[in-house]
């Protein structure tokens, strides 16, 4: 569960966003939207512990992640996932899945055998056992965001946080890739907050929605009906040509009439 009080979240003085409040119950897939420079990344950092909170606290499952915790107390209680296109080509999918236990291995990061058997059920549950042995440099961006998932998935934390999942895939992989995170929350009761430009397919999979609001950088927290009843996706972006449509899940512009 994601226990989010009073958070501001920016730069020594400068706040991006906030002050807000929200409580996301684990098994669910909270979807993040916002403009760019809307502070959607400075957020994110700071829910995953890379930065400090200017006010506020940030709980996961009763736990204050920027109190009294360490390196790898915070890498048990979260993982992030970015859309990461540099990864070492050379390190196969399992190698790259086996990353996520680092929390749990020690010094040297030697697999046990329930280590092991974690990274094989994370491969099974994304469903790619059989690319196990394929090197990095050989796979699709599809099959690369999917290793990326199941290092996270490997790392057994509570909450999982993903920086536009989506980014560089088809709109085949763009839908699976939802859908594989919608599964991961329910079957295995993770709570799953992810940022995207992708607004169709994530509307498919949300539960709830964090929606930051132009011009003054505040944040519409609530479930999907919610946010949607609130107006709130209509005021995401400063233009006026542009609308969200409910019916279609996603944003429109205007009808341009042709002159006759």
Not at 75 to 83: K, P
Not at 93 to 118: C, M
Not at 144 to 150: H, M, P, T, V
Request: glycine letters at 8%.
């Amino acid at each position: 569960m994601i226990d989010i009080r009073n958070l501001t979240v920016g730069y020594d003085t400068k706040t991006v966003l906030g002050p807000f409040d929200s409580v996301v119950e684990a098994g669910t897939v909270t979807v993040l939207i916002g403009a760019n420079g809307m502070g959607k990344s400075t957020l994110l950092r700071t829910l995953a512990g890379a930065q400090r909170p200017l006010g506020g606290e940030v709980l996961y499952d009763g736990v204050n992640l920027h109190s009294g915790t360490t390196a790898r107390s915070r890498a048990r209680l979260v993982s992030l996932v970015y859309s990461e296109r540099n990864i070492s080509p050379d390190l196969t999918i399992e190698e790259i899945v086996a990353l996520g236990r680092q929390p749990y291995t020690g010094l040297f990061g030697n697999l046990g055998a329930d280590d092991r058997k974690i990274v094989a059920e994370s491969l099974a549950v994304v469903g790619i056992t059989h690319l196990a042995r394929r090197t990095a440099a050989t796979l699709s961006d599809g099959e690369r965001q999917k290793s990326l998932i199941a290092r996270a998935l490997a790392q057994d934390t509570p909450v999982m946080l993903l920086d536009e999942p989506t980014s560089f895939l088809d709109a085949a992989s763009r839908i699976e890739v939802m859908q594989q995170l919608q599964s991961i929350a329910r079957e295995k009761r993770v709570t799953i907050l992810l940022s995207t430009h992708d607004i169709a397919p994530a509307m498919d999979v949300a539960d709830n929605l964090w929606v930051i609001e132009r011009p003054a950088h505040t944040m519409r927290c609530g479930t999907r009906a919610e946010v949607l009843a609130s107006g709130a996706m209509d005021r995401v972006f400063d233009t006026r040509s542009v609308h969200f449509d409910e019916r279609a899940g996603d944003y429109r512009g205007d009808e341009i009439i042709s002159p006759r």
